[in-house]
């Protein structure tokens, strides 16, 4: 039988440790950095959470210590919205196609989706809440609840629709009048909400009453505006355009008497929203409700994207500042603006006190406001988050705006603080990248944690909980993660599990001592575990070694070159130790591989040569010249050790001592040429060309696996090699840099060791991986140079890498990565293709031909990527579970937390019932939500109230559920709800007070009693007019004349019964009442024979 039908002969069943279709499941294990589709932010205060919505699908949220998750919606489309139920676990989401989905933050997975069926224009979560408003392209407003115990995204009864609106305003709607903006307003506890329109009309509704309360619009634009501040002063406001298409908009005061709104046209209004303001001024003229801000005195001006406001908590409901994003004139410089105002006069005399425009870091995308704990000086403003592509995440803090806004420059470029990556990619920009197994005990860790960078104290986010298998004693550093970067610099990071942490820095020059291209960007990092050596090499040539557990205070450090060789004494902290480096040629280093158990390290150079360091002494042991006539540089290498049972001839034909084993080197170079080498004399053994006709040809990889592919009978065909064409057998042998010889012997001696190698060794398979084919070798062919191969596949598509992988301890399957970015997986040593997937459905990833360059896998097949400011480590396979998940997962949601967060607020109301001053723990409470402690009651009893509104149909019963004055604090402007006859159940239990409570509230009692009986009628014996609106809502209804007439027939007969019953209980209560008075008779008859030393 011959070597390939032997090679390719499959068995009955599938042996242990090959690979199947079942094997695969492709999957992102450990996601770091942020994408470049970034595109939305939203924040979690309480929790200490950002999450980051980009433009196909993805969801990044960040927490503190390194913490990370990365979630995929199932289609790769943007988000138009995305808010967080904030303290409860869950993150809402909109997608472009109008899905809403609700995430569970523990366990990373959608857990509710509903699927609307028009157009989302917008969508706010009202705080504290799991309720949601969504409003659509038709002006309908609904409001959606998230269930958690069920799991389910439900629709509430209540809604707003357009003619609702039109109703109620007495304004004509278009058909299709999208709702651009719904905010809950402050201080209302839910029971209004803004509702701002596109063609400009604002209505602040009262959802308890199904009332608008205040409507603003085109009509107040018509009327002079009390002032226009703008920037220049020559700005003015065009009262001629009829119609303003509003943007965007945002509450400016926190007790929502304030309303800033941006507009298409680039004009920013201030509306005063109160209620109890007089709409006239002293001589009787209707006065203006707005100011108007302009950023710009141009008549093309840029629209307003974003504005969100910071109140000032140092001078409370009288100042704080706008941000704006938009505004300006357009082909302007884009910044980001933040205007300090001021209304402490009231808001006709509003006033813009400051300006600052932020220079951006990239173009701007979304921005969102951190709300401070404490304000004790200056302006008390927020700090904020800016996003900005390519995936940019910018901090600053409120001491450096506190402190621009005190200075005069109108434009600055602010040091803000920058996302602190897990892995930096791009500051410093990174080169290269190794995944490889560790020895290190964690105890290394500690001793070098101070070599680490940490995250800039400044950055507020601290939310998620770390697994406690990261926190077991005696752990060991199972894998680590290197990178080397363009300063000449390293980072190692502990790979262990998926929240990685950096335990070494090691920067490109070695204190004290001064070496000529140490900070030249990295080139190549070769890892050997059972020493834990480390070889960096740069593209300057230098190679330097260093030992990442060394424990002597004072080392030596040896520079050698190719003419001396100096050694330097240095003290050395604990942790990573330099022990070495060698410049030897100034050429790019290309690779670098540890042989013989790590004694000596092979190394080939961009310009065609190969050198040879021995680890122990420190010492060169022998230089090549070019290593194949092309000068192509060597782009992979591959050893093998043989077992030597002879001795070795030496250059003047004398045979000397035996060897234990031999190592032989077979490195192949980028043009498609292998060329085998003695690892002891750097002797060439032989040499070959791949496809000698095909000079664009470009290799990628070479693999020695380790499968036997002789029968017991394969020994009757000899292993001599027999030259048949000697200018094909192999080319002159390279010198040793330390003993020159002819090229007569060196031909010889090549000739006689790869006859001697090809008659002892068992053969096995060498993989040559090239762009457009896959190529398999017998071993001993290969050294005897036959460049005829055993077997071939073509690859339809261009590939640019490979990794061989193993299951249960051996080797059965490869790896490709196309230029396309679809990942194929063949079995080896067949190569037939097993399945296949790709970066875009792992990762929603486009290949970049620069990912080649970082890219390494782990013998298990576990991939690591660099996208960007994205770092991914892919898990291929079934079989594979590295990182320990989801044990080792960090939690994203801290439920601690959410429990004391819950309790001191609960404290905190309780001190407030009782009338104590909330103090240290009111500040905390505002600390928890930022800053929005006062627009909160009693959640629970919140949530119940919006239960009981959002549940019926708006005009349905009038909502009669009274809250004390501790669950809703009503504003004084809110009208008491009038209750009428039908509203009163009288089948309730007759509580009987104490007397003496009676008399303290009798009177009060007494028109409480009257008002709910005659529906707020006062003593006048003629009725209250009502009018037209509160007609339709108290007796509105949907259907035609007969059933309406059914329908106020039932009301007739429930009233006359309740009337009947009220008349049973009055006859009750009288008897009750002449029964009393017989007591208090007999009582006072009683007490007045008694004497006083009786009582």
């Given at each position: ?210 009332r608008a309360v205040l409507v603003r619009g085109n009509e107040d634009l018509q009327l002079k505006s009390d002032k226009v501040v703008d920037f220049p002063k020559d700005a003015t406001l065009d009262h001629e355009q009829a119609e303003k298409e509003i943007s965007t908009l945002c509450w400016v005061s926190s007790d929502g008497s304030i309303l800033a709104v941006g507009y298409v046209d680039g004009d920013i209004l201030l509306w005063n929203m109160s209620t109890a303001v007089s709409s006239k001024d002293q001589q009787g003229q209707k006065k203006s409700n707005f100011i108007n801000l302009q950023l710009s005195s141009s008549d093309r001006r840029l629209p307003v994207i974003v504005l969100h406001c910071s109140e000032n908590r140092l001078h409370t409901n009288c100042g704080g500042q706008l941000f704006v994003y938009g505004g300006d004139e357009i082909g302007s410089e884009e910044v980001l603006t933040i ?166 820095v090691l920067g490109s020059e070695v204190e004290g001592i001064e070496v000529a291209g140490t900070n030249v960007s990295v080139s190549s990092l070769e890892f050997l575990s059972s020493t834990s050596s480390l070889a960096i090499g740069n593209e300057y040539g230098l190679v330097r070694l260093y030992r990442l557990t060394g424990n002597s205070d004072e080392t030596s450090l040896h520079v050698v070159t190719e003419t001396k060789c100096e050694v330097h004494k240095f003290h050395c902290d604990s942790g990573a130790q330099c022990t070495a480096i060698f410049s030897i040629f100034n050429s790019p280093v290309c690779t670098m591989q540890y042989v013989n158990s790590g004694d000596r390290l092979a190394v080939t150079f961009e310009c065609g040569r190969a050198a040879m360091i021995d680890v122990r002494s420190l010492s060169v042991l022998f230089l090549t010249d070019c290593l194949y006539n092309s000068n192509s ?463």
């Open positions: 039988m011959s070597m390939l039908a032997k090679l390719f002969q499959k068995p009955a069943q599938s042996p242990q440790g090959s690979v199947t279709l079942k094997d695969l499941d492709p999957r992102v294990a450990v996601h770091c950095g942020i994408p470049s589709t970034a595109s939305i932010l939203a924040f979690d205060p309480i929790q200490g959470l950002l999450a980051i919505g980009t433009l196909d699908g993805r969801i990044k949220v960040i927490g503190g210590d390194n913490i990370e998750g990365l979630v995929f919606s199932a289609k790769p489309l943007p988000f138009k919205y995305l808010e967080f139920l904030e303290n409860q676990g869950f993150l809402v989401s909109v997608s472009n196609e109008n899905e809403v989905q609700v995430w569970d933050l523990e366990h990373r997975c959608i857990v509710s989706n509903l699927q609307w069926e028009s157009n989302i224009t917008t969508f706010s979560v009202i705080y504290g809440t799991h309720y949601m408003y969504i409003g659509d392209e038709f002006g309908f407003l609904s409001i959606l609840k998230y269930d958690a115990d069920k799991g389910e995204l439900l629709q509430m009864p209540y809604h707003i629709p357009a003619n609702l609106i039109s109703e109620a305003t007495g304004l004509s709607l278009p058909d299709q009048q999208s709702v651009i903006g719904v905010l809950s307003q402050p201080c209302s506890l839910g029971n209004r909400v803004l509702i701002a329109y596109q063609n400009g009309l604002i209505v602040l509704w009262d959802i308890t009453e199904d205007l300090n105002i001021d209304w402490s006069s009231g808001i006709e005399s509003l006033k813009c006190v400051g300006r600052i425009d932020l220079t951006l870091n990239g173009s701007f995308a979304d921005m969102i406001l951190v709300p401070n704990a404490i304000a004790t000086e200056g302006y008390g403003i927020s700090s904020l988050f800016v996003l900005s592509n390519p995936g940019q995440l910018h901090f600053y803090d409120d001491s450096c705006l506190s402190a621009l806004m005190s200075q005069p420059e109108k434009k600055h470029s602010v040091p803000a603080v920058q996302y602190p990556e897990v892995i930096p990619t791009v500051e410093p920009y990174m080169t290269v990248g190794k995944l490889t197994l560790s020895e290190i005990v964690s105890d290394a860790q500690h001793r070098v944690a101070h070599t680490a960078t940490t995250p800039s104290s400044k950055w507020p986010l601290t939310g998620g909980v770390p697994s406690q298998l990261s926190f077991a004693e005696g752990n060991i550093i199972k894998r680590i993660y290197i990178a080397g970067y363009q300063d000449g610099s390293v980072r190692i990071w502990d790979a262990t599990f998926p929240v990685l942490s950096c335990i070494f540089p060597a782009i992979s290498l591959a050893t093998r050790t043989f077992p030597s049972t002879r001795g070795s001839v030496d250059h003047s034909g004398n045979k000397t001592s035996n060897e234990s084993s031999k190592e032989v080197i077979f490195i192949l170079t980028r043009n498609a040429n292998v060329v085998v080498m003695d690892g002891t004399t750097g002797n060439k053994i032989s040499s070959l060309s791949i496809h000698p006709t095909e000079s664009e040809l470009s290799a990628i990889s070479i693999y020695i696996l380790e499968i036997n592919v002789l029968s017991e009978g394969s020994s009757e065909n000899p292993s001599m090699i027999s030259c048949h064409d000697p200018e094909a057998k192999s080319e002159p042998a390279q010198t040793n840099a330390h003993n020159h010889q002819h090229s007569v012997e060196a031909e010889s001696d090549a000739f006689a060791e790869a006859t001697f190698l090809g008659q002892n060794s068992v053969d096995s398979i060498v993989l040559i991986c090239c762009e457009d084919a896959l190529h398999l070798y017998s071993l001993k062919s290969l050294i005897k140079g036959e460049s005829e191969s055993i077997y071939k596949v073509k690859l339809e598509k261009p590939c640019c890498w490979t990794a061989i992988f193993k299951k249960d301890g051996k080797t059965c399957g490869l790896i490709l990565v196309y230029q396309t970015g679809l990942i194929e997986i063949r079995s080896l040593p067949d190569l037939e293709l097993v399945g296949e997937s790709s970066l875009m459905s792992i990762l929603r990833w486009n290949f970049k031909t620069s990912m080649t360059k970082t890219i390494s896998s782990s013998d298990t097949g576990q991939i690591v990527l660099v996208n960007g400011c994205e770092v991914a480590f892919i898990s291929l396979f079934a079989f594979e579970n590295d990182f320990s998940i989801p044990e080792a997962l960090p939690c994203l949601h801290d439920k601690v937390l959410e429990a004391a967060t819950d309790a001191t607020i609960l404290f905190s109301q309780n001190q407030k019932q009782q009338g104590n001053p909330p103090g240290i723990i009111g500040g905390i409470i505002k600390s928890l939500k930022g800053g929005k402690a006062e627009n909160c009651g009693d959640d629970k009893n919140i949530v119940a109230h919006l239960e009981r509104i959002f549940s019926r149909f708006p005009f349905s019963d009038s909502f009669t559920g009274i809250l004390d004055d501790q669950e809703v604090g009503i504003s004084d402007d809110q009208e008491v709800v009038v209750l009428g006859i039908d509203d009163i159940d009288i089948d309730e239990p007759v509580i009987v007070t104490s007397s003496s409570h009676k008399s303290e509230s009798k009177g009060k009692d007494k028109q409480t009693e009257r008002g709910k009986l005659f529906e707020g009628g006062s003593t006048a014996t003629e009725p209250r007019m009502r009018t037209a609106e509160e007609i339709r809502a108290k007796y509105r209804n949907e259907g035609d004349a007969s059933s309406a007439a059914a329908h106020a027939r039932d009301k007739l007969v429930e009233r006359q019964e309740k009337l009947e019953k009220l008349s049973r209980h009055t006859a009750e209560l009288q008897s009750g009442a002449e029964n009393f008075a017989d007591l208090a008779s007999e009582l006072v008859k009683t007490m007045e024979k008694r004497k006083w030393w009786h009582i």
